[in-house]
C-alpha cells in the first residue's frame, strides 16, 4: 500500500513538472509573402454540340476538339501540356414538366468534350485563345496563372514566415521580461494563393491583351519556443 501510495505521488508530481515545462512556452504564427510574374497559363475550354442523333452530336464534337489541338500542336502547344478533363453525352427531353398527359421525350443529345491546356509562352497567349476559338471551341471555362519552376518563390516565402515567427516571439519574450529559449516544434500551413481566373466574359474578345499581373507566393509557420530559465 505505501509502495503504491508513493508511485502514486510520484505520477503526480511528474505530470505537474511536465504541465510546468509545458506551460513556459511562446507560440507564434509568421507569415511569408513572395510577389513574382506568372510564367505559364492554364485554360480550360472545350467543344459541345447538340444533333439529334447522339452519333452525330458525338461525331461534330469529335471533329472540333481534333482541330481544336491540331491548332494548338501548330501553335508550340507540346503534348503534354493537353490533357481531355471530361467526354459527356446527354440527351435533350422534351415535355418535362408540363402538366399535360404527355410523356417527356428525347428530341435530341449534347456532347460535351473539355480540355485542359498549359500554355508556357504568355506572350502568345492571346492570340493563342483567338486560334483555338475560331477552330472549334465554342466553350471557355477561364484560365489561371501560375510558375512552371515554384519551389523558389516557396522556398523564399518559407524562410520569410520563420524569420516573421522569430521576429514576434523575440518581441513576446521582451515585453514579458523574459529570455526565449530554443525552439521546441515547427509546423508549416499555407502555400499559393488561389490565381485569379479570366472568366467567360474574356471568351468574347479573345484577341484582346491579357494582363498577367503577378502571383502571391504564401507561407505559414507555426513555432513553439520554449522560455529560457
Known amino acids: ?40 497559363a492554364t485554360l480550360s475550354l472545350g467543344v459541345t454540340h447538340e444533333a439529334a442523333e447522339a452519333a452525330a452530336a458525338m461525331a461534330a464534337t469529335s471533329q472540333g476538339v481534333s482541330d481544336v489541338l491540331s491548332r494548338l500542336e501548330q501553335a508550340g502547344v507540346a503534348p503534354r501540356d493537353m490533357q481531355t478533363d471530361n467526354v459527356s453525352l446527354q440527351p435533350i427531353w422534351s415535355g418535362r414538366g408540363s402538366n399535360n398527359n404527355t410523356p417527356p421525350k428525347i428530341t435530341g443529345f449534347v456532347a460535351s468534350n473539355s480540355l485542359t491546356v498549359r500554355v508556357r509562352d504568355l506572350a502568345a497567349l492571346g492570340g493563342l ?18 510558375l512552371q519552376e515554384p519551389k523558389p518563390a516557396a522556398d523564399e516565402a518559407r524562410a520569410e514566415a520563420v524569420r516573421d515567427a522569430i521576429d514576434r516571439a523575440q518581441q513576446l519574450a521582451s515585453a514579458a521580461g523574459v529570455a526565449l529559449g530554443p525552439i521546441q516544434s515547427i509546423s508549416e500551413s499555407g502555400g499559393f494563393a488561389r490565381p485569379q481566373m479570366l472568366e467567360m466574359a474574356a471568351a468574347r474578345q479573345m484577341d484582346a491583351p491579357i494582363a498577367a499581373g503577378e502571383l502571391t507566393i504564401r507561407a505559414q509557420v507555426n513555432i513553439v519556443f520554449a522560455i529560457a530559465d
Open 129 to 146: 485563345l483567338d486560334l483555338v476559338v475560331r477552330d472549334g471551341a465554342n466553350t471557355f471555362n477561364g484560365l489561371s496563372f501560375g
Open 1 to 40: 500500500m505505501r509502495l503504491f501510495f508513493a508511485t502514486f505521488l510520484l505520477i503526480i508530481c511528474a505530470s505537474g513538472m511536465a504541465m510546468a515545462d509545458q506551460a513556459r512556452i511562446i507560440s507564434t504564427t509568421g507569415q511569408g509573402n513572395v510577389e513574382t510574374a506568372p510564367d505559364m
